[in-house]
């Protein structure tokens, strides 16, 4: 059964996160927007996107601290476990490449 659902607006600057609150808000307010406007029947966990968005920018070259300062994490260490992804994904490309001998 489809219903009629309210509009959402939102704003979201990322480069102008003050408080880790904010991004805790903006999960919410996704979150609610994609559980409400499109009828999920599972809540889309706003995680996944950010984990999604770090390895694409990994495997595309950005560097790893620039990655780490736009998903504000305060260690870098955090961040290198999406660069330990892209390197496993590089390493299974190299081998299928069939050895020359």
Known sequence: MV???P???VVVCIFHILQ???IQLISNDLRLIFTSSLLLASPCIFHCGRHTHATMMLTLGVDL???SKLLGHTNIQTT???A???DESKKKAI???PNIS
Do not use: G, P
């Open 7 to 9: 509009q959402y607006s």
């Open 80 to 82: 290198q476990i999406y």
């Open 84 to 86: 330990k992804l892209v």
């Open 95 to 97: 081998d299928l490449i």
């Open 65 to 67: 601290y620039t990655v």
């Open 3 to 5: 219903t009629e659902q």
């Open 20 to 22: 880790n609150t904010e």
